[in-house]
């Protein structure tokens, strides 16, 4: 039996959830990705659970049966860093990554501490490739891949 993705698209206000993070490059970063993500993907904000401010969706499908839908693109302003997803994994984008300029991965995420230490183009062009890879390709979710392949997210 699939179970269900615990992150859902909610109705909660974007602009309110930004406005509230209490970190102020945090807040910045956030409304700068804001503007970034909405251009690249030429989706609107959405707020996915009660702190992943996604654009677009995609739908993914495991070997263990589950399966279900996510943002495309999205971001978190987190207390230690602004966590941007990849839920292509960040591992097919390391050659850019080694450009970026000071930033962490983990399998599916960058985290950055503040944008403008970072170059904005190679996050850019790092989540457009992300986003296409995820809306483009009719094949990306029923195989095996990205940061949790077969594995509960």
């Known amino acids: 039996m699939a179970s269900e993705n615990t992150t859902q698209p909610t109705d909660a206000d974007v ?52 399966e279900g839908d996510m943002a495309a693109a999205g971001f978190s302003p987190r207390k230690a860093a602004t966590t941007v997803y990849l839920m292509d994994g960040v591992d097919v984008h390391a050659a850019l990554l080694d450009r970026l300029g000071p930033h962490t991965v983990g399998k599916g ?20 490739r992300s986003y296409a890879t995820l809306t483009g390709d009719p094949e990306f979710g029923r195989r095996l891949s990205g940061p949790s392949a077969g594995e509960p997210t």
């Not at 403008?116 to 989540?127: K, N, P, S, T, Y």
């Open 15 to 66: 602009e309110a959830f930004l406005a509230a993070v209490e970190h102020p490059v945090r807040r910045r970063d956030a409304h700068r990705l804001v503007e970034l993500l909405s251009r690249v993907t030429g989706e609107p904000p959405r707020m996915w659970g009660s702190s992943i401010v996604g654009f677009g969706t995609y739908h993914y499908r495991y070997a263990s049966g589950r």
């Open 109 to 128: 995420c960058v985290y950055v501490k503040d944008l403008d230490a970072v170059d904005l183009g190679v996050l850019e062009e790092v989540v457009q």
